[in-house]
C-alpha cells in the first residue's frame, strides 16, 4: 500500500503556521524559499547571507538560514550586555513573570514546535514532543525552585551567557538552559546550529522576545563567529554541546582565560555485560536505547560482553535489533484520518544525507578491517512515500570485534550503529568500557549488584546505572562528564544555576584546570 503525508503536515502547512505565529521573525523569499530573520541588538533584522538548509526528511529545501558575519555578532554581542546590566538589576519576581509569560506562550504552540522538529531534525512524533515538553516542564519546575537556589546570595554573571549547542535537541538543552540561564538573571544568546532546528528555535526565541525576555539569536559559520561568541570580552559565560572536535577548539579558545565555561562534549557511553541473566529487563532497556536513531550523547552504542554469556546476549539482542522501527516520521496509509495518531517510529533519518554516508563508510571500513556484521538492516520494507529521497537513512548495524585501529573502536558513530566486544576478565572489562577516555554515561548488567557496585567505582564515566540505564536528566538531577567528555562546570539542578551565576560559599562541581570536584550522583 502506497504511502502519504498526514492531513496538514506538509512542509507548506507547518511553515505557513510558523509565519502566522511569529511574522516578525520571517523574512522575504529568496529563489522560492523563505529566509529567516536573525535576533540581533534586541530586533528581528534581516542581516546576513541567507543559504539554503535541507531537510532530512527527504532531502528538500526547508528555509533560507542567513549567516551573519563577525562584525555583525560583535555588535549582536555588545548589545546583549547592555540588556544584561538592565536584566541582572530586574526583581527575580519579575524576572519569573517574563518566563513564565514566555512558557505560557510557548505551550500553546506546543505542537507547532514539535512539527519543526520533525521537519528540521528527522525527530518521530512522539520524540519530538518529548523534546518540546521536556523544555516546558523542566523551566516550570526550576521557576519554582529559582528563589531556593538564589537565597545564599548568588548574583547573575558579569555579562551575557553564550549558547552554542548541537542539532539534536533544540528545546530540551537549548532553549531550556537559556530561559533558567534568564532566570537566573543573565541575558541570553544562542547560535543557531548550522544542521537543523532553525525555524523551531526562531519561533521559540519570537516569543521569548515578545515576553521581554533579553535574547539574541544569531546563525552563521562557527569559524568565523567562535572568536566573539566565545571570546568576547563582554560574555560572561560559554556553554556548549556538541562533538569533541568543535568542543575541543572552544576549551582551547577559552585556555588563557578565566571566562565561566559549560563544554559537553560525547563519549563513547558503554554497557557492561558480567555475570547476568535478567534478558527480558535488559531487552527492555536496549530497544528503548534506539529511541532519534541514537543520535545523542548519552546513547549506548558499545556492548561489552562476558564470554561465557555471548550467546544468551545475542539470542536477546539481535531480536531487539530487528524490531526497530525507523522510517519517514510522517508517513501513513491512506486510511489514515485527522486525529489519528502519528507514525509510532524509533527513528527516522539522520541528521544528513552526509553524516549517513559518513556512518555507512566508518561501519564499512570497520568491515574490512576484521568486524564481524551480525546485522546489517536494509530500508527496504521501512515506510517511505513514493520516489522519497531516502540518502539520509540508515538501517541498524552490529558489528562483533571491531578492529582497534578502526574508528568505531575509539569514537562515538552517532547513529543506529552498536558494536560488541568480548572479555573474560574485569579488568578487560574495565578497559573495554574506559577505551573513549572518559564519558558522559556508562551501564552495569549484572545480577550481584555489590558486585556491580565494586566496578562501577573504576569507570570513567560521570553516572553509571547498574541493570539500567543511566541518562542527562531532568530538573534536580546533576550531569556532567568524566575525562574529556566534558570541561568546565556542571549543570543539573542547583548545579546549572550555580554554574551561571556567582556567589556563595561552596566551589562550583567540574572539571576545571585547577581541580575536579564530583557531585553524588
Not at 514546535?113 to 528527522?122: F, S, T
Request: glycine share 10%; proline share 6%.
Amino acid at each position: 500500500m502506497a504511502l502519504r503525508l498526514a492531513d496538514d503536515t506538509a512542509w507548506t502547512d507547518v511553515l505557513a503556521r510558523a509565519v502566522a505565529a511569529t511574522p516578525e521573525a520571517f523574512g522575504a523569499e529568496v529563489d522560492g524559499v523563505t529566509t529567516l530573520h536573525n535576533l540581533v541588538e534586541g530586533e528581528w533584522r534581516a542581516v546576513g547571507q541567507p543559504a539554503p538548509v535541507r531537510t532530512p526528511v527527504d532531502n528538500t529545501v526547508l528555509i533560507n538560514l542567513p549567516r551573519v558575519d563577525a562584525t555583525t555578532a560583535r555588535a549582536a554581542v555588545a548589545h546583549a550586555a547592555a540588556a544584561h546590566r538592565a536584566w541582572a538589576e530586574t526583581p527575580l519576581t519579575d524576572r519569573k513573570a517574563r518566563v513564565a509569560e514566555a512558557l505560557d506562550s510557548l505551550t500553546a504552540h506546543r505542537d507547532l514546535l514539535a512539527l519543526l522538529l520533525v521537519w528540521e531534525i528527522g525527530k518521530p512524533w512522539r520524540l519530538a514532543c518529548a523534546d518540546v515538553d521536556r523544555a516546558l516542564d523542566g523551566v516550570r519546575w526550576y521557576a519554582g525552585e529559582i528563589d531556593r537556589m538564589l537565597a545564599d546570595g548568588r548574583e547573575p554573571l558579569p555579562g551575557p551567557v553564550s549558547n552554542i549547542a548541537s542539532w539534536n535537541y533544540p528545546m530540551s538543552v537549548l532553549v531550556h538552559a537559556e530561559l533558567v540561564q534568564l532566570l537566573a538573571g543573565n541575558a541570553v544568546i544562542a547560535k543557531t546550529p548550522s544542521q537543523g532546528g532553525a525555524v523551531c528555535l526562531t519561533v521559540a526565541h519570537a516569543l521569548m522576545r515578545r515576553a521581554g525576555l533579553p535574547a539574541t539569536l544569531v546563525s552563521g559559520s562557527g569559524g568565523e563567529l567562535s572568536e566573539v561568541l566565545v571570546r568576547a570580552p563582554e560574555i560572561g559565560a560559554v556553554a556548549f554541546v556538541g562533538g569533541r572536535s568543535n568542543g575541543g577548539k572552544v576549551a582551547a579558545a577559552l585556555l588563557d582565560s578565566d571566562k565561566r565555561h559549560l563544554i559537553e562534549q560525547e563519549g563513547l557511553n558503554a554497557w557492561g555485560i558480567w555475570n547476568f541473566s535478567q534478558w527480558d529487563l535488559l531487552a527492555t532497556h536496549l530497544r528503548k536505547g534506539f529511541e532519534y536513531g541514537k543520535q545523542r550523547c548519552t546513547a549506548y552504542p558499545r556492548f561489552v560482553v562476558q564470554r561465557d554469556l555471548v550467546d544468551e546476549f545475542l539470542d536477546m539482542y539481535l531480536p531487539v535489533v530487528r524490531s526497530v522501527r525507523f522510517g519517514h516520521p510522517l508517513a501513513v496509509g491512506d486510511d489514515w484520518a485527522a486525529g489519528d495518531p502519528l507514525p509510532e517510529l524509533d527513528f527516522g533519518p539522520l541528521i544528513s544525507a552526509t553524516k549517513a554516508d559518513e556512518l555507512r563508510r566508518t561501519v564499512d571500513e570497520a568491515v574490512r578491517g576484521g568486524a564481524i556484521p551480525l546485522h546489517r538492516g536494509k530500508l527496504a520494507g521501512a515506510p517511505f512515500l513514493p520516489g522519497q529521497d531516502t540518502s539520509a537513512y540508515v538501517a541498524p548495524s552490529v558489528l562483533l570485534a571491531p578492529p582497534g585501529r578502526s574508528r568505531l573502536m575509539h569514537a562515538e558513530p552517532f547513529g543506529p550503529v552498536d558494536t560488541i566486544v568480548v572479555v573474560d576478565t574485569t579488568d578487560e572489562l574495565l578497559a573495554a568500557m574506559n577505551a573513549s577516555n572518559g564519558a558522559l554515561v556508562a551501564s552495569l548488567a549484572c545480577d550481584d549488584t555489590d558486585e556491580a557496585g565494586k566496578l562501577a567505582v573504576d569507570l570513567q564515566a560521570f553516572k553509571v546505572g547498574i541493570n539500567k540505564p543511566r541518562s542527562r536528566g531532568d530538573r534536580d538531577e546533576p550531569f556532567g562528564g568524566r575525562g574529556a567528555s566534558w570541561k568546565g562546570a556542571f549543570v543539573g539542578g542547583d548545579l546549572l544555576v550555580q554554574a551561571v551565576t556567582v556567589g556563595g560559599d561552596s566551589r562550583l562541581y567540574g572539571n576545571f584546570p585547577a581541580y575536579s570536584s564530583y557531585p553524588t550522583t
